[in-house]
Structures are given as C-alpha cells and as structure tokens.
C-alpha cells in the first residue's frame, strides 16, 4: 500500500503535526510505503520537516518564496513559528496558494503514485486534492481548528465546505467532534470515524523519582490568549502557595511578546521555549501539575502525556476533554475541569466573564497544589485503561482499517 500524506503546515510542530509524524512511523513498521507534501518556509531543510521520510519522498511548498511571497498559512491564528492567518487571506492570496499547492501535488502524485492520500484538516489543501484527484480514495483527519476556521476566515468557508464534501471517509478525534463535522460541514455520518489521538508510550511514563523538591506547575502549547495563557500568569501571581510555573512553548507577534514580557516580571515563572517530544517528556516528568486553560481546543495530546506521566491536570472544561480523561479521573479529583466562560466568537473572552474564569482557574490550581503537598496518588482504573488504548499503535490500528476499507477503490 503507498500512501501520500498531506499537510499544508509545518510538520511536528502543532498537534496535527506531531500526529502526522506519529502516523507515518506507525505506518512504517507496518510495511506501508509512504511520502509527504507540507508548507515549509523557503529556507527550512527537508530533513528537519520529516527525518524518517527521505529526501525524494519529500515534497515542499515553499513559503516566504517568489510563488508563495508570505510565512506559512497556520491553521490556528498563532502558531509556534512565523505565519499567515487565513482570516487575510483575500482571492490574490488564496489564488497564489491554491497554484503552489497544485504544483507541488501533482509532482507527488506523479513520482509516487500513491493508493490512498491522506489529508490533514477539512481545509483548502483537502478540497484541491480532491478536485485534482477524483479517482484516487482521499481520507482526512481532523484536527479541529479547521472548524474554528470555518468562524474566523467566513470568506473561504462555504468554498472549503463545498470542496472537501466529495472526501471518501473523515478521521476524528471523538464523538462531538463527529457531531461538528456531520452539522457543519454536510458529510453523512456513514462516511465519519471515530479514530481518536494518542502518544508516545515509550517517551511518556511514570519516573516517581523525577518529580522537582517545589510543586511545579507546566503549560505546554502555543503561548496566546486563545490558549488562555495571560489569565494563567494572572492567577498564578495571586496564588498564595509555594509553587513553580513553568512555560513550555512558544509563538509569534504581539500576543505572544506580552506573554513573555509578563512572565519575565515574576522570578518563579520559566519561560522553557519550544520543546521536542524528548524534552517534553522530560518536562512532564519532573511536574506535578498540567494546566491547559484554553477556550479552544483541536487536538490535546498534551493532557494524555502528562498524565502518563503522572501530573495532576487543570483544564477548561471543553467539548471531548471528558470523554479523553474519563469521567472517574475528574470525579477522583486527579482532573480539574473549569467552566468554559462565554465567548464572543470561537474564542474570545470578554471584559465581564475574565473575573469568574480568573477565580475558577486559580482555585482549581490551589485545590491541586494542596493534594500535591498531601501527596495524594490515585490509582484511576479507567484511565489507565484509556492511556493503554491511546498508543500511537492503536490509533493506526484504526486508521488502518479505514485505508483498507477505501482502498478497493484505488487504482490498479
């Protein structure tokens, strides 16, 4: 079986991202021949977007170049390297986008002469495959934030939706995410599939004895209002309790440079900068306490992690985050779920609900500092049932189903 993966961003550096790598090795020990188109900035080595696939099965679209003259379009609106929002995406951008991502396709297509291509995200590069493609089966993951897109950039959204209703099967992350992509996009629910998210196994895992002398706090992910970032900061400078906060992640443009400069302002706060898997694993270990305050959320591979590797979790209370850490975990008291506050858009905070969400935040982090210095270990058995069904292995068990059950189609 060959199969061409497809990923407008940069490669391992975004959930979608990681979890693209996660797949291809997966796939790889599985005998699958495999290659990869992504949106890679002019200068960047092919190495570094994807060192398991070689160089000839590589094939970029080149931001910051003469074809495409701007940073790499990111499917969120901060992304952890330079980039471009789509909500500014107006008919010269769009079609100078949708011209270098044809090129570049069809070269693939005509080198590898791919089975099945699999595409990441219900967005612009999964409608042109299509179009481009009709008689080769296409199969999508989603990660969620094209449907956040679908809200922030209205002017390519009834375009993307007619382009993408011709995939043969759609990939998702959990049930409400099935319910999102059946209400907003039109697909029937025969062509959706629950094939979930994992992790690494072999780099997160337990160490007892890892864990740092002061209780530390870790954030990992891109740092933005939309990840809830400034009112973390906020809440942990009121915080009464001993404790350490430590910032794993990073960003472009304005919002991020306010979250750096208000870290820098508190001698307890570490900004650690973008982390591999390795490192994060690392980071994870040594903490007790996970906190991801988002508004929105497309793919938290993060809470899995660090909860294999024995951290407590505080998070907003989100769409699939109870049905990812179970419902025994939270009534356990392992997980602290904080009320999602009202929303202006898909993910801004007004003025008027930041107190209640400040105070929500801050007592569930004091709740979970004081069961760390209680030093309360719980065994929860069905989380535990949930992180020994969420290695990347059987995640590409059941996507493996899904090419099988496409590939007939494919040509001979």
Request: some cysteine; charged content about 25%.
């Amino acid at each position: 079986m060959r199969i061409l993966h497809c990923l407008s961003q940069i490669p391992g550096k975004t959930g979608s991202g990681v979890y693209l790598q996660a797949i291809v090795r997966e796939a790889s020990g599985n005998g699958i021949e495999q290659a990869v188109v992504c949106g890679l900035p002019a200068a960047m080595p092919l190495a570094d977007a994807h060192p398991e696939i070689a160089d000839e099965n590589m094939f970029a679209v080149r931001f910051e170049s003469p074809d495409l003259p701007f940073p790499v379009a990111g499917m969120s609106d901060v992304m952890p390297y330079p980039s471009t929002r789509f909500s500014t995406f107006n008919h010269l951008l769009l079609e100078q986008y949708e011209s270098a991502f044809k090129k570049t396709l069809s070269e693939a297509v005509s080198k590898f002469s791919p089975d099945i291509i699999h595409t990441h995200h219900l967005w612009i590069m999964t409608a042109l495959v299509k179009k481009l493609f009709p008689e080769i089966p296409v199969v999508t993951s989603v990660h969620g934030t094209e449907l956040r897109q679908l809200q922030l950039a209205e002017q390519l959204s009834t375009k993307i939706i007619k382009g993408v209703n011709e995939v043969d099967r759609v990939m998702v992350l959990n049930h409400d995410q099935h319910r999102q992509v059946i209400t907003g996009y039109g697909f029937p629910a025969a062509k959706v599939v629950v094939t979930g998210t994992g992790y690494r196994q072999d780099l997160f895992c337990r160490d007892f004895c890892a864990k740092e002398e002061i209780p530390t706090i870790i954030y990992a992910g891109k740092l933005s209002r939309a990840k809830g970032v400034p009112w973390l900061l906020k809440a942990f400078n009121e915080l009464e309790e001993e404790a350490v906060l430590w910032l794993a992640g990073g960003g472009d443009g304005p919002e991020t440079e306010a979250v750096r400069a208000a870290a820098a302002s508190n001698e307890r706060i570490h900004l650690l900068g973008a982390l591999s898997q390795t490192e994060l694993a690392v980071r994870f270990q040594r903490a007790h306490i996970m906190v991801l305050p988002s508004f929105y959320e497309g793919l938290p591979l993060v809470l899995l992690e660090a909860l294999a590797c024995d951290c407590r979790i505080v998070v907003t209370d989100l769409p699939g985050i109870r049905e990812l850490v179970s419902e025994e975990a939270i009534a356990e008291g392992l997980v602290s779920c904080i009320p999602k506050p009202p929303l202006t858009g898909p993910d801004t905070l007004e003025t008027e609900h930041e107190k209640p969400f400040l105070i929500n935040l801050k007592k569930a982090l004091s709740e979970q500092l004081e069961r760390v210095r209680e030093q309360q270990f719980i065994c929860c058995h069905k989380l535990q049932k949930t992180l020994d069904e969420t290695g990347w292995h059987k995640v590409f068990n059941r996507i493996e189903k899904v090419y099988k059950e496409v590939k007939p189609k494919a040509r001979s």
